[in-house]
Nanobody
């Protein structure tokens, strides 16, 4: 079984910063990619940022220049440093990971989600 355990969410004033952390644990061989999505009330879940194994990262236009994603490869952790936060960044943030796993017969990649945590930015 696999778990993605998130931490770091909360309430912050506009212009402030938060750092989100997500640790992957359990039965998997390696991490293909890890990242963060968010979902605000009444809106679809959207990609915030993701980072693949060799360090290449992708950001949504809404957060580019304000958020930075990074990985701790030794601890299977992905971090999201969020600076200059705006009220429109308020949402439930979900950790996401594509993990390489195996059966006795073959390898496969499975997508996993964390439970989500609230980030609220007050104006």
């Amino acid at each position: 079984q696999v778990q993605l355990v998130e931490s770091g969410g909360g309430l912050v004033q506009a212009g402030g910063s938060l750092r989100l952390s997500c640790k992957a644990s359990g039965n998997f061989i390696s991490i293909v990619k890890m990242g963060w999505y968010r979902q605000a009330p009444g809106k679809q879940r959207e990609l915030v940022a993701e980072i693949i194994t060799h360090g290449r990262s992708t950001y949504s236009e809404a957060v580019k220049g304000r958020f930075t994603i990074s990985r701790d490869y030794t601890r299977n952790v992905v971090l999201l440093q969020m600076n200059s936060l705006k009220p429109e960044d308020s949402a439930t943030y979900y950790c996401n990971a594509d993990l390489r796993q195996s059966t006795p017969e073959y390898f496969y990649v499975q997508e996993w989600w964390g439970l989500g945590m609230q980030v609220t930015v007050s104006s």
